[in-house]
C-alpha cells in the first residue's frame, strides 16, 4: 500500500475489519517509530471516514456494525408488516435475535422508536 498513512488505515479496516489501535501500528512499521499505537490513535480519531465502534475497536465509516444498527435492523425485521406492537414483545423478540441484554435492547428501541404506553410504533424519531 502507497500514499498517505491515513489512506493506508483506512485500507486496512476497510480490508481486515475493525481493529484496535495498537493492532494498526502493528500492521505499519512507520507508526512504530512515531508513537505506535498512540499515534495510530491520534490519525484515526482526526480521520472522518474512520469511526470508533463503541469496544474499543475502530472501524471504516459504514463498515461497523454497531449496537444500535443491529438492533434498529432486528426491530424493522419484527415489525414486518405491523404499525406498532408492545414493547415488552418487541424488547423480548430483538433481545433473543440480537444477543443483548434486554435492558440494553429497551434502551435502544426508546430512543430509537416511537413509544406510546406500552406500545412502540414502526416511526423513527
Known amino acids: 500500500m502507497t ?3 491515513t489512506s493506508k488505515i483506512r485500507d486496512f479496516l476497510i480490508d481486515r ?5 495498537e493492532r494498526v501500528a502493528e500492521a505499519f512499521p512507520e507508526l512504530t517509530d512515531v508513537g505506535g499505537a498512540e499515534r495510530a490513535l491520534l ?3 482526526l ?3 474512520i ?3 463503541g469496544d474499543e475497536m475502530w472501524a471504516a465509516r459504514g463498515t461497523a456494525i454497531t449496537d444500535d444498527s443491529r438492533v434498529r ?3 424493522e425485521k419484527f415489525f414486518d408488516g ?3 406492537v408492545p414493547l415488552a414483545s418487541a424488547v423480548r423478540a430483538v433481545a433473543n435475535e440480537t444477543g443483548l441484554p434486554e435492558h ?3 434502551e435502544l428501541l426508546t430512543e430509537q422508536f416511537v413509544v406510546a404506553g406500552t406500545n412502540i410504533f414502526n416511526r423513527r424519531r
Open 3 to 5: 500514499g498517505p498513512i
Open 17 to 21: 475489519g475493525p481493529a484496535t489501535p
Open 43 to 45: 490519525l484515526m480519531r
Open 47 to 49: 480521520d472522518p471516514t
Open 51 to 53: 469511526e470508533r465502534t
Open 73 to 75: 435492523k432486528a426491530v
Open 82 to 84: 405491523r404499525r406498532g
Open 104 to 106: 440494553k435492547v429497551r
